[in-house]
């Protein structure tokens, strides 16, 4: 397996403009998680899913942050407008059962100018 | 309170030392926990799953102090590649997702 696909690396993006951030997990694991990273605050939990169902969405900053996941290959993140706070670097991961090991992909680093 | 803090360091050590890392944790019914490690603009990685009986992996100990409600992340004989962010790990009671705490970051000096 490829392991946690994320793209697209890099974002460069203006103020305003909407933001989409892709996840495909590991084939076969029920759970995925989205976390934002910065210096002063760490790794956030923004929002997780099991079987493509949000379960906590608690850790999303406000109403600009939206997530979805149609199906058991693909998730999104967006924001939409996009504000020079958001800037940081969002990781998906994703895991096979409940409160076990979870595998990161490489990660998307967004700058909102 | 954070579900698991540790200190941030930074921890400067010389090649061959050994060198400790303390986590604690607020739940004292958390069962699972983990130690990652984070190289400098990757992803976090598992390093260790952490066992009630404490557990190593070549020059890595983890141990489990559930009394104190802390883990700790043992390095023997440093290496250069050792230098990275370490990253404490635990779960909560009613939630399936896991806590991580902020960060320890090692240096290891030729």
């Known amino acids: 397996d490829a392991g946690v696909i994320q793209s697209p690396r890099h974002e460069v993006t203006e103020m305003g403009q909407e933001v989409t951030l892709r996840c495909k997990p590991i084939?076969?694991?029920?759970?995925l998680f989205w976390y934002r990273q910065t210096m002063m605050r760490g790794l956030e939990l923004l929002i997780y899913?099991?079987?493509?169902?949000?379960?906590?969405d608690s850790g999303m900053p406000e109403d600009r942050f939206s997530a979805k996941m149609p199906n058991a290959s693909f998730s999104t993140l967006k924001i939409q407008p996009s504000e020079p706070r958001d800037s940081a670097v969002y990781f998906c991961?994703?895991?096979?059962?409940?409160?076990?090991?979870?595998?990161f992909g490489a990660g998307t680093r967004l700058s909102v100018l | 309170r954070k579900e698991v803090e540790q200190d941030p360091g930074p921890f400067n050590v010389p090649e061959g030392a050994t060198v400790a890392f303390n986590c604690t944790y607020s739940?004292?019914?958390?069962?699972?926990f983990f130690w990652y490690r984070q190289d400098c603009r990757k992803e976090p990685k598992l390093l260790m799953s952490?066992?009630?009986s404490g557990n190593e992996d070549g020059r890595f100990t983890a141990q489990l102090n559930r009394a104190s409600q802390y883990i700790s992340l043992l390095i023997r004989d440093s290496k250069l590649s050792d230098s990275a962010t370490y990253l404490c790990?635990?779960?909560?009671?009613?939630?399936?997702?896991?806590?991580f705490g902020t960060g320890t970051r090692l240096t290891v000096i030729p």
């Open positions: 084939s076969g694991h029920d759970y």
């Open positions: 739940n004292s019914a958390s069962q699972s």
């Open positions: 952490v066992y009630s």
């Open positions: 790990v635990g779960d909560q009671t009613g939630a399936n997702n896991l806590f």
């Open positions: 991961a994703s895991s096979p059962v409940a409160k076990n090991i979870q595998y």
């Open positions: 899913f099991n079987n493509n169902v949000p379960i906590d």
